[in-house]
């Protein structure tokens, strides 16, 4: 069993910054994967930032590619992103999901946090 909760989200400016993070618990932590999912109002869940491998490898949407950093810290059971060069578009609440797979669709993934809203002003 792993609880996640999410934060770090809030109000930020177009070409602001904010920096997410996920902390897990359960003793378990290191044997999941980790990955940052995104929901904008009307619209399905989707997937942002995922770190993988042994070899701390990353893979990001297309949306998000070059703005947005995701890291784990497994000592800490904790998960961040960095998101910077923010637009209105990303505008969504922000969740971390834990699983067993590295996929990229949400329905892949057995635990959720309760999310944090981000919202970008233009």
């Known amino acids: 069993q792993v609880q996640l909760v999410e934060s770090g989200g809030g109000l930020v400016q177009a070409g602001g910054s904010l920096r997410l993070s996920c902390a897990a618990s359960?003793?378990?932590?290191?044997?999941?994967?980790m990955a940052w999912f995104r929901q904008a109002p009307g619209k399905e869940r989707e997937f942002v930032a995922i770190?993988?491998?042994?070899?701390?490898?990353?893979y990001y949407a297309d949306s998000v590619k070059g703005r947005f950093t995701i890291s784990r810290d497994n000592a800490k059971n904790t998960m961040y992103l960095q998101m910077n060069s923010l637009k209105p578009e990303d505008t969504a609440v922000y969740y971390c999901?834990?699983?067993?797979?590295?996929?990229?669709?949400?329905?892949?993934?057995?635990?959720w946090g309760q999310g944090t809203q981000v919202t970008v002003s233009s």
């Open positions: 770190p993988y491998g042994p070899g701390g490898s990353t």
């Open positions: 359960g003793r378990t932590f290191g044997t999941y994967v």
């Open positions: 999901a834990a699983g067993r797979a590295a996929r990229i669709v949400a329905d892949a993934y057995d635990y």
